[in-house]
């Protein structure tokens, strides 16, 4: 018996630490026994999105030196981006969460989209410590992300390195 998951439950009015609160367990329960990354991080960039209504919601994943487009929602966006490029490229060489209130601010902020106004990366990690990939999400607000997001995307990032660890014990997700 396959069970899918139909939609996701959280308080539309609340403020954005109660929805993270109420959408990191339903994320973990959703991916938790799934093997396939790519369909688990399509399902969290599926949950952000409709819990947040952000521009923009997606991963870039390590490959062969670059970051890679992996599952979005969202327009179209950059394939790919340098390890030492843009705030993906930041985050991941940092190794740290980066919020940017205004991207025309950002020195070598990538646009891949025009309406982008706002962004914050979150690194995930490889069981052995290397950044595995990033989650990037985009307003086209100014100033839109806070402490709510990076404590909530922080806790994203701690499942989607779970999906990750359990699927290969190598350093690779390919």
Request: hydrophobic content about 45%.
């Amino acid at each position: 018996m396959v069970l899918m998951a139909e939609s996701i439950g959280f308080s539309r009015a609340a403020s954005r630490d109660t929805v993270y609160a109420e959408i990191v367990p339903q994320i973990d329960a959703l991916v938790a026994g799934e093997p396939d990354v790519v369909a688990n991080l399509a399902n969290v960039a599926a949950v952000l999105r409709e819990a947040f209504g952000f521009f923009w919601v997606g991963f870039y994943l390590e490959r062969s030196g670059q970051l890679v487009l992996g599952p979005f929602q969202g327009p179209l966006a950059c394939t790919r981006i340098d390890l030492d490029k843009g705030v993906c490229g930041h985050a991941y060489t940092t190794r740290e969460t980066v919020v940017v209130p205004d991207v025309e601010k950002f020195p070598g902020h990538i646009a891949c989209s025009s309406a982008a106004r706002s962004e914050i990366v979150v690194p995930f990690f490889h069981a052995g410590g290397s950044v595995a990939g990033v989650i990037d999400v985009d307003s086209d607000r100014l100033e839109d992300f806070g402490d709510a997001d990076v404590v909530g995307l922080q806790a994203v990032a701690k499942v989607v390195e779970r999906v990750i660890r359990s699927h290969t014990n190598s350093e690779t997700l390919e």
